[in-house]
Nanobody, 124 residues
Framework: QLQLVESGGGLVQEGTSLRLSCTAS????????MAWFRQVPGKEREFVAA????????NYADSVKGRFSISRDNAKNTMYLQMNSLKPEDTARYYC?????????????????WGQGTQVTVSS
């Protein structure tokens, strides 16, 4: 089981960029599918992006395609989310998650390890 810690959130202006990191403890990171989700208070958590063990296969929510990029560095036990052209509607708490079997899927129920989240606020 992995322990996941997110970092890199903050307050930024519309149109700018931010990079989130998710660092995992444990040796099994390279065999976990990884993903980013986000949640706004009062709303359901939603899928953002996911990727395979090697990072070759990726999956993005339509709302972030072309603006966000997910990647990983298995040597550093770290996953990233590069967020460009940020919009106020991207404001949310961002969570990283992992699973061993389901793949880079969008269903949050398939993920069994979660971090505590990092807040991203985009001002207009």
């Amino acid at each position: 089981q992995l322990q996941l810690v997110e970092s890199g959130g903050g307050l930024v202006q519309e149109g700018t960029s931010l990079r989130l990191s998710c660092t995992a403890s444990g040796r099994a990171f390279s065999t976990h599918y990884m993903a980013w989700f986000r949640q706004v208070p009062g709303k359901e958590r939603e899928f953002v992006a996911a990727l395979s063990w090697t990072g070759v296969e990726t999956n993005y929510a339509d709302s972030v395609k072309g603006r966000f990029s997910i990647s990983r560095d298995n040597a550093k036990n770290t996953m990233y989310l590069q967020m460009n052209s940020l919009k106020p509607e991207d404001t949310a708490r961002y969570y990283c998650a992992s699973n061993r079997r389901a793949g880079p899927v969008s269903e949050q129920n398939e993920y069994d390890n979660w971090g505590q989240g990092t807040q991203v606020t985009v001002s207009s």
